[in-house]
């Protein structure tokens, strides 16, 4: 299988801030991907360099095989919705409509009326006048419009209450259906429970470096969460990978990577669910990064 | 994308276009009152030159101002379309609507800039040739048209001043991302530039003509000639401005002994008397001025210069847009 989007190593700086740092990931094609972080891992900037909108300091990134840069060819190949919803408030949603058809080669506007009919969205209403739920609804449903193969969404549902998050989803759900495995998803979320049902592929940032890339089920499959007593967790380490360590005075619970069988008797292995194997990870950052801060601190 | 730029300034261009018509509406009603009142001085004067220049000007008193109105409506309509061209995109975030569309971003500049240069362009040339309709009596009496101020207003300059205005209100805001700034800026920026250009630059667009005569006679270029400076000579070279007090001063002993205490209307026989003297000490009197020939050159290298420091801008503007990240 082909993949839609490819980066090696692609940074992004700031001046003197470094938003991402060496990020590789692949996402294969048709895939709905999460990508996942908390504030400020560096989600939006990768989304901006997957879409051509900003460009990189380091590494290179290939979007559909070429890299993002201003070509029609390019550009009509990516959907980008941005954080804050940008649409011309003072404009309706039928302006948008008529805009989206000038400006683009493939544009299908039924597809816009039929979804925003459905949902009961005026068309002929300012934009700016519509709920924050609604607004979200039409740029999306413009952003399909476009008939993108890939299509990249920056945390678009962070600010929606429960109701209008899951009919933003549907709408997602239905546009992934709708082109039949030719349309990869990168979808930026902190909500992790949102994602996990729309969801069938992981990018996790934290503090601008990726840490964990792949198939939502491969990763639950080759993560355990290992219970057993207190005691030195050497051994296991010496075959896998511990994420996470949790301990009590006499219990303690290890999320692992496994790399094989656990043969020690005294664990008792159980599944991960995605919400545990995310907190994980950018728990087992945090304490990398406050070790760093520690060594640091003594060095000066 | 010609669509997205209708759309985005059809209320505000229509706005624009009623005040423009308003505008037009005044001069038009203003001038042809004047053409009148000058038909019947031209009729009462009979063609004779010196009666025609001893009347009253047919400009009234409170409209004479209408024409430094002109000289700021496209100034001002060109930094307030200008500068939000793109800062506005940035500051509302609807770039990333725009450049996520099949359109690279220097097309979509290049559509909106060419639109609103053109209305710029068009907004200065239909002032600046009602303006210069309505200055015809007053050019036809005074003979000014060349004149700082006169100059500004008429021809083709208005359409270059209102292309640079927007070309500096776009670049403006390109760079600062934020309407407001962008404004005060170009409004800064425009008026240092213009008076920069008038007063220091435009005297020397072509070598001035200066014309000497005897001081005993007098001289003055023909037609609407721009009078850069005029005055008296001596034979070692020593140049004396217009007006009595510093020709005293410079006045060799004997010649100053001929002014009596100082120069008044009855005393015209012992003037005469003091020009001979300068004469005979080798004074020369000189006028340096830009012919009136040169007045449509001149229209054409001002118009000229602020044409392509327009384009220099938009050049500018260009580049920003494609190099920095959205």
Redesign the interface.
Known sequence: MNAAIETHELSKRYRRVSALTECTVTVPEGRVSALVGPNGAGKTTLL?LL?G???PTGGTAYVLGGEPR???AF??E?????Q?I????R?TAE?HI???A????RWDASLVRTRLAELRIPLDQRVGTLSGGQRAQV?LAL?LA?RPRVLLLDEPVAALDPLARRNFLATLTSGVADAAGGLTVVLSSHLVTDLERVCDHIVLLAASRVQLCGDIDTLLAEHKILVGPRKDTAPIERTHTVVQTVATARQSTLLVRLNGPVIDPAYQAEDVTLEELVLAYMGADEASAGKRLTTVGEAS | MTWLIWRQYRASGAITAALLAAFAAAILADGFQIASHWHSILLACAGNSVCLQQEPSPVNGVVSDLPYLSLIVPVVLGILWGAPLVAHEFETRTTDFAWAQTVTRTRWLAVKVGWLLLAGAACGGVIGALTTWWSGPTNAQLASAFDPGQFDTQGIVPIGYAVFAMALGIAAGTLARRTLPAIAVALGGFIALRLVIADLLRPHYLAAVTTYYNVTGSFGPSGQAWVLSQGAVSRTGQVVPEGWGSLYAALPASCRQLLPSGPTAGKSASLSAVFSCMQAHGWRGFVTYQPASRYWPFQGIETGIYVLLAAALIAVTFVIVNRRDA
Do not use: C, V, W
């Not at chain 1, 990516?78 to 941005?82: C, V």
């Not at chain 1, 940008?86 to 408030?89: S, T």
């Not at chain 1, 000038?102 to 080669?105: A, G, K, L, T």
């Open positions: 901006r879409a909108l900003a460009s201003q070509d029609p550009l009509a990516i959907g980008f919705l941005a804050e940008p649409l011309y408030r404009f302006d008529r805009i989206g000038h400006m683009n080669p740029a952003t476009k």
